[in-house]
């Protein structure tokens, strides 16, 4: 799933306003201006993406960006303990997978416990058990680390739409 699709879902879902995303992306330390912000979030297939200059790709990092900025609109910025580096700029390295992280930082801002996921889940139409999604919540390298699919993911956001749009 490609990460513009998933930031279009996810606003949606959480019914996020375009001045809203603006400032999320600000949060993560990523400058965009409302009308690039409309153009990450313009659904085009492959062929018009190519003829058009009305569309911007969103990078691994932009969306983590996001992802990190989300966290801090929704819980306020963390308070820095001594010691300790207030640095927010993006950490993902190629081994966590982008599916995995938008779970983790998406439960992290949404303040979900494991229950919650689980009936979010169930709300988008899969069922899984509390050990599988602990192996997509675990950190790469981990023994029990599993990959979480395009399809896992899609099924999360949509259970997030049920969720918080009260969409059936």
Do not use: W
């Amino acid at each position: 799933m490609e990460n513009n699709d998933i930031l279009i879902r996810l606003r949606y879902a959480l019914d996020i306003k375009d001045v809203d995303m603006v400032e999320i992306f600000k949060l993560g330390g990523v400058q965009l201006t409302k009308e690039q912000v409309k153009k990450i979030l313009t659904k085009l297939t492959e062929e018009e993406i190519e003829e058009t200059e009305d569309y911007l790709k969103c990078n691994d990092r932009m969306l983590e960006s996001f992802l990190n900025g989300f966290i801090t609109f929704k819980r306020g910025p963390q308070q820095s303990k001594p010691g300790q580096s207030t640095n927010t700029v993006p950490t993902n390295n190629a081994k966590d997978h982008v599916n995995n992280m938008l779970l983790k930082k998406l439960k992290v801002a949404l303040q979900l416990k494991t229950e919650d996921m689980l009936d979010i889940l169930d709300d988008g139409g899969i069922a899984v058990s509390k050990g599988e999604l602990g192996a997509i919540l675990r950190k790469p390298g981990h023994r029990n680390y599993k990959e979480c699919g395009d399809n896992f993911a899609r099924k999360f956001l949509k259970g997030l739409t049920v969720r918080y749009r009260d969409v059936d």
